[in-house]
């Protein structure tokens, strides 16, 4: 009928995105990173957290607390100033973390790793085939994200998470450089090799564990770490106290409480600095 949408029915419209501003000097509305953690991404946090923290508490006994370790990039409308003091303000009451990843580092951030890469795949394979390689208009596109998120593979996203750590190793092992990604399958750390995915009742995929040996059921972390390309640095000499966060610390003693093990000795010169 040549509309191009119909009364009442939603529709996309172009907006700045932005640290907290709502609204532009012209009156044109901007997508402000504040509304968005206000209405959006801090009561779905909670929710999550909440319903963790009971699922620890009946696996495990007693009383878990999780801590959410928030981690972004330096992107302009990141660094406004009344989002910053925002989020600040409810981290701190929450007794949870929001720290700044390393500078031009996008592979430490697990989204930028794995998950959007993904993201683009499918949604480049679908345009291909459902639009003939066609630019989808924006309500298409929208639909098409939804889409690829969904049928994002549970464990998938499990055995990238898994991956972190050889990042972390990786990025050890360069002495803080990225020369490991400059080399011929260098973003590949052994990481299909050392997880198994784990499945529900029903047969569904739902997560990924450290790989079992072979021929055992028991889950043997030796095993995992000759699979892997990057061992584990040396940290023996790192004052503790100054590479971690109070909260971190507060995190690590109260699992070794409950753990009723004992302390390492810098955990307890840093346990004993920060009270």
Avoid at 86 to 96: A, P, Y
Avoid at 153 to 170: E, G, I, R
Avoid at 173 to 196: E, M, P, Q, W
Avoid at 206 to 226: F, H, K, N, P
Wanted: net charge negative.
């Amino acid at each position: 009928d040549g509309l191009l949408r119909r009364a009442g029915e939603l529709y996309f419209q172009a907006a700045e995105v932005t640290g907290a501003t709502e609204t532009g000097k012209d009156g044109k509305l901007k997508f402000s990173l504040l509304l968005l953690w206000q209405n959006e991404v801090l009561p779905t946090l909670d929710e999550l957290v909440l319903e963790l923290e009971q699922w620890l508490n009946d696996m495990h006994g007693g009383v878990h607390k999780v801590l959410v370790r928030y981690q972004e990039d330096g992107a302009g409308p990141h660094t406004a100033t009344m989002l910053i003091n925002f989020l600040l303000n409810e981290f701190r009451r929450r007794q949870w973390m929001l720290v700044r990843q390393p500078a031009n580092s996008p592979i430490t951030n697990v989204m930028d790793y794995w998950v959007f890469p993904a993201l683009s795949k499918t949604i480049s394979a679908n345009q291909s085939v459902v639009y003939q390689g066609n630019p989808m208009r924006t309500e298409e596109l929208w639909r098409e994200i939804n889409r690829a998120f969904e049928i994002l593979p549970p464990d998938k996203v499990a055995a990238c998470f898994t991956s972190h750590p050889q990042v972390v190793n990786a990025v050890a092992a360069c002495n803080g450089g990225d020369d490991y990604a400059r080399t011929s399958g260098g973003l590949h750390f052994g990481i299909r090799k050392s997880v198994a995915t784990q499945y529900n009742e029903n047969g569904d995929p739902i997560g990924a564990v450290v790989v079992l040996d072979e021929d055992s059921e028991t889950q043997v972390d030796q095993t995992a770490d000759r699979l892997l390309k990057y061992e584990r640095p040396d940290v023996s000499d790192i004052d503790v106290g100054t590479h971690l966060d109070e909260l971190e610390l507060r995190a690590i003693k109260a699992a070794l409480d409950r753990e009723e093990l004992e302390y390492d000795p810098r955990f307890q010169e840093a346990f004993a600095q920060h009270g």
